[in-house]
């Protein structure tokens, strides 16, 4: 299989201005002295890397290429590269193009920090806050819904109970939120699983070979990244354009990289992407199922977060709307939309490959519960007043966290998405990690940038859910404050400016 490469007018359009300001000063005085334009080209890259936005392994354009896209000389480059891979961020082999890497001293997985004792640490007498989850507490219905599914369980109880495709009500019941959302959708063409994870998997199992490679958007849910390597496949990353969500998803660039990787899937989140909260509109999504059909690349379009937009747009219909035939397949899931603890989710996608999946399912269990369904069809029944409320909830919760963040964490910059339940907040340094892992000892729990990225990137990210009370957001954001502050001098001491000899 041939290295991926980056082209050349994708990272001159990433890059941006890269020489930086002009270097008069503020005031109109003395000039100050500009950097190099090799070594500012080198800092430019540097940040795409840390960033995720230069996937580790890619190769980048070639010296004469970069040079005529960004209008240097060869020279320029070349020293650029040069400074790059001295300080370990690029690699070249003999006879091979170089390619992205990060220097050993500061490669992690960005590991999650550890619970048990952690997560009773208080700050006084109050419990740390945990953000670690972007998920809600269940709504009042949720009651209702299990005592309505206790009244309806007699009529299963003559059978054996076990029904690897789901109870006909359920299935029934997704497909017309299906229709109802503008996918035309029979119940013979839902399968109803433990949960959009549980569904991933299954998949998986099927649709991804060992060593098949997988695209993903970067950054993305960290689990389907674990559940990928799982099975023995690899994720590509395609990273996302943070700095604008409604130009967000590179499509040119997840085309080119299935084309130079032969990825026979995809696993894409662009029903507010977690974390970041985007949203993908609808030209994109056309081109999206156009890009499967050009490449013969299956996509898995995760649906967890559709239900919870925060904007005024107007709803965009689901990715499998526009294909043409199986090649977009939609997982969903009640978790998000109604409560973590209802391990209730579904696989839209043909009778064919619901067959192939029913298979492998007996390998791994032998259905959803029953009353966990019957609970499902009653809330999927009453689902848009519940849903009305929710997002209102969300909305107020993100205000709060976005009011709180402005007055103790000034300098960090956050774009938020138009749903979804976490912003993707970029910080000044290169810190997540140790952030995370001090974070605690401050009364609050995080997950780390890296933990959603692939190799090490987002060091320079931190996911911040809004599903806390407003109470207890407020609460966190002071301390996060303090744990940043706390990291003193050494909050940049990953990422030192980059020096030549």
């Known amino acids: 299989m041939s290295t991926r490469v980056l082209g050349a007018a994708g990272l001159a359009r990433d890059l941006g201005q890269w020489r930086g300001p002009d270097p008069a000063s503020a005031d109109g005085g003395a000039r100050r002295p500009a950097r190099p334009a090799y070594l500012a080209l080198a800092e430019g890259i540097r940040l795409l890397i840390h960033d995720g936005r230069a996937p ?33 961020y690029l690699i070249t082999r003999q006879g091979s193009r170089s390619t992205v890497a990060l220097p050993p001293a500061i490669a992690h997985d960005g ?101 098949a490679r997988v695209l993903i958007d970067h950054p993305t849910y960290p689990n389907a990244i674990e559940a ?32 130079q990787t ?45 239900n919870l937009s ?55 269990d032998l259905g959803t519960p029953v009353m966990d ?15 009305a409320r929710r997002r209102k909830l969300l909305r107020d919760q993100r205000e709060a966290l976005l009011t709180a963040m402005a007055e103790d964490l000034p300098d960090w910059y956050v774009l938020p998405g138009v749903g979804g339940m976490s912003v993707w907040a970029q910080l000044p340094a290169p810190v997540s990690t140790a952030l995370a892992a001090t974070a605690p000892n401050h009364g609050v729990l995080l997950a780390a940038g890296p933990r959603f990225g692939v190799q090490g990137a987002f060091e320079r990210f931190l996911r911040l859910p809004y599903t806390n009370p407003e109470p207890e957001l407020r609460r966190a954001v002071t301390a996060i404050a303090a744990a940043y502050d706390g990291l003193g001098p050494r909050a940049g001491d990953q990422l030192q400016p980059l020096t030549c000899y």
């Open 310 to 364: 925060l904007g005024d747009a107007a709803p965009v219909a689901p990715v499998a709307a526009f294909a043409k035939g199986a090649e977009v397949i939609t997982i969903g899931s009640a978790s998000k939309s109604f409560w973590g603890g209802l391990r209730v989710g579904w696989i839209r996608t043909s009778e064919s490959l619901i067959t192939r999946l029913l298979t492998t399912r007996a390998t791994v």
């Open 228 to 259: 990928i390597r799982d099975v023995g496949a690899r994720p590509v990353p395609v990273p996302l354009r943070l700095e604008d969500p409604s130009t967000a998803w590179d499509l040119d660039g997840l085309r080119s990289a299935a084309r």
């Open 373 to 387: 369904q019957l609970a499902a069809v009653h809330l999927l029944e009453h689902a848009d007043p519940i849903l």
């Open 56 to 88: 580790l392994g890619i190769a980048l354009p070639s010296e004469r290429d970069l040079a005529a896209t960004l209008g240097v000389s060869r020279t320029t480059v070349t020293s650029t590269y040069a400074l790059l891979r001295e300080h370990g």
């Open 262 to 306: 032969a990825a026979s899937l995809a696993y894409l989140v662009p029903d507010h992407n977690n974390p970041t909260g985007f949203l993908m509109d609808q030209p994109a999504r056309a081109e999206l199922a156009a890009i499967a059909r050009e490449t013969r690349m299956m996509l898995i379009i995760d649906e967890s977060m559709a």
């Open 111 to 211: 590991g999650r920090a550890g619970r048990g004792i952690l997560a009773t640490m208080a700050t006084g007498t109050q419990p740390a806050v945990d953000l670690t989850y972007a998920a809600m507490t269940a709504p009042p219905e949720m009651a209702e819904a299990y005592s309505v599914a206790l009244q309806g369980i007699p009529s299963y109880l003559s059978t054996h109970g076990m029904d690897p495709v789901g109870i006909a009500p359920l299935r029934e019941a997704i497909a017309r939120r299906y229709t109802e959302r503008g996918l035309p959708t029979g119940a013979d063409q839902i399968l109803v699983t433990l949960g959009a994870q549980h569904g991933l998997r299954l998949l998986l199992n099927v649709l991804a070979p060992p060593s």
